[in-house]
């Protein structure tokens, strides 16, 4: 809700500080006297354009402060959370905008600087005005869902309905990635299986590199060690060889071992000793030399197996001992193309009941916004005909969209229209009615939806114009409606209009000594009675007119 405006250097205005109160609040005065110029300044501080223009001649700036009060749950407090801004502990917003007789321009969100574009989201959401060229809000066709959204009964919430969108986006998204996955991996199938048959034939082990290595070097050194071996055992088997010199010399001491009385004992010890290592020696010489003695394609087999491992590390661009690791990850690989399909198959499938959960709760949603649709086209035809706006017919279009346009909120996109004659073609709001027309739909669509929007504060800017009598009552009694549910301020030049209203302003201009001014000034009962006298009856209040508009101020009391 609009507590205060405060106003200072703009155009006729020098200093000027309005406290506004919930209910039908009403500004009269005679044209020129400056009404318009109170709806420039808080547009102002609402972050609407700022013009040179605005700022009183002889002032250095002007300057205007709007304050309001909003529940947390506002969505003005979420504006202000994601900005950084705190808000007042007594919960009220202060907008404020300075512009300096150049044209540039300041604004302030609680006293913190802040861009003119927060400050128009703000206001936007604070405050709804509805006059010659002012219309917003209920004009803007991205707002006609909500709208009818807040109106409608719905069993499949909108949160739901986005949530059900948002669920089978992610799960198509699963699918898609699966499927390009599985392309790809298809793509190389063949390659993996000539690569992974290359290694099947190969049969890598993990330190075989090594061994084949060293078994290369052995074969390739095989002839000389024969050679050498063989020299080994002549030198202890052949003729005159160790293994003879020790047996005879064995033979020689058994001989004399009796003889000898022990002293020859340990000699004949180490003597057998060495006799039996010298066999023992001659045993293994041996069994080298037959090791040795190998197939003449043995080294060529060693090699080719091992040069084959390094040629086929070398295309990978790995070592030898990663191979078995390279040949078990081909294998995977090919288990998942083969498993793959089939989980393309699943995720397709949970894509697809995603796909038909989104379709129900969409037409859930859609039968609900058909009923709030009908309701919204019959109470808003019930107001027209009131308001001199019989020949006009509003309708609510649900327009279904191609699937490739659904999204989170629905299958339909939702517009408000209006004809204002017979056999005239429905249009937008905005492009159809007159300014008088518009701001009168204007205040039927606020009445029928008055509870669901969150803006706390409605201007109507003479919503009257061009009607009298009953029609500018009709009006009048709307706005006293309206005016239970929100807050509204309406300027007006209807007697009718200004009697209903719970609080009264007179916007007048006076000469002073140097200058023309604009003054504004709350009317008590009495005052109030002889302003209503002034619009009923003119520059000359006649008895006549004041009895009239105690009769109008009486029959407007709720």
Request: charged content about 25%; hydrophobic content about 45%; proline content about 3%.
């Amino acid at each position: 809700m609009l507590l205060g405006l405060t106003i200072r250097d703009v155009v006729l205005i020098e200093r000027l500080s309005l406290a506004f109160r919930p209910g039908l609040c009403v500004l009269t005065g005679e044209t020129g006297a400056g009404k318009s110029i109170l709806m420039d300044a808080l547009g102002l501080a609402l972050g609407r354009r700022a013009e040179a223009g605005l700022v009183r001649p002889g002032a250095e700036q002007a300057a205007v402060a709007a304050e309001f009060a909003v529940g947390g749950n506002h969505p003005a407090s979420a504006i202000l959370d994601k900005a950084g801004i705190a808000t007042d502990l007594s919960g009220t917003i202060v907008l404020r905008r300075i512009v300096t007789a150049d044209g540039r321009s300041r604004a302030f969100v609680n006293d913190e600087p802040a861009s003119v574009g927060l400050l128009r989201e703000l206001g936007d959401n604070l405050v709804e005005i509805q006059g010659q060229g002012e219309q917003r809000g209920l004009l803007d066709p991205a707002t006609h869902r909500e709208l009818l959204d807040a109106l409608a009964e719905h069993e499949v919430t909108p949160a739901a309905l986005a949530r059900a969108w948002r669920d089978w986006r992610m799960a198509q998204d699963a699918a898609a990635e699966a499927a390009r996955r599985l392309a790809e991996t298809r793509a190389e199938e063949d390659l993996l299986r000539h690569e992974k048959a290359e290694l099947d034939a190969l049969a890598p082990e993990g330190d075989e590199e090594d061994r084949l290595a060293a078994r290369r070097l052995l074969l390739q050194n095989a002839e000389r060690l024969g050679e050498t071996i063989a020299e080994a055992i002549g030198e202890i088997d052949g003729e005159g060889g160790a293994q003879q010199g020790l047996a005879r010399a064995l033979r020689r001491l058994e001989r004399a071992r009796d003889r000898a009385q022990g002293l020859l004992d340990s000699a004949l010890t180490a003597a057998e000793r060495a006799a039996n290592e010298t066999a023992e020696t001659l045993a293994a010489l041996t069994a080298a030399a037959q090791a040795l003695e190998l197939d003449p394609r043995a080294l060529d087999q060693v090699e080719e197996r091992l040069f084959g491992l390094r040629a086929v590390a070398r295309k990978h661009g790995i070592t030898v001992a990663d191979l078995p690791r390279l040949h078990e990850s081909l294998a995977t690989r090919l288990a998942a193309i083969e498993t793959g399909a089939e989980d393309v198959i699943a995720l397709e499938r949970a894509a697809a009941a995603a796909r038909e959960r989104y379709i129900e709760a969409a037409g859930a949603v859609s039968r609900a916004r058909a009923r709030a649709a009908r309701h919204l086209d019959t109470a808003i035809a019930a107001e027209l005909k009131p308001l001199r706006l019989d020949k006009a017919r509003f309708r609510t279009v649900l327009t279904p969209l191609a699937e490739a346009d659904w999204g989170e909120h629905g299958r339909e996109r939702v517009h408000f229209e209006v004809a204002t004659n017979p056999g005239a073609p429905f249009g937008a709001l905005a492009r159809i009615a007159s300014g008088g027309e518009l701001s009168r739909l204007m205040l039927a669509l606020k009445l029928v939806l008055a509870g669901t929007s969150s803006v706390p504060t409605l201007i109507f800017d003479e919503v009257d114009s061009g009607i009298g009598g009953a029609v500018a009552a009709a009006v009048g009694e709307r706005l006293q409606r309206l005016g239970s549910r929100l807050q509204v301020l309406v300027v007006t030049h209807s007697p009718q209009v200004a009697a209903r209203g719970a609080h009264h302003w007179r916007v007048a201009k006076k000469q002073g000594q140097q200058a023309t001014v604009t003054s504004v000034e709350e009317l008590d009962p009495d005052t109030r009675q002889e302003e209503i006298a002034r619009m009923l009856s003119g520059s000359t209040i006649t008895a006549e007119a004041r009895a009239a508009a105690a009769s109008l101020i009486a029959g407007a009391r709720p």
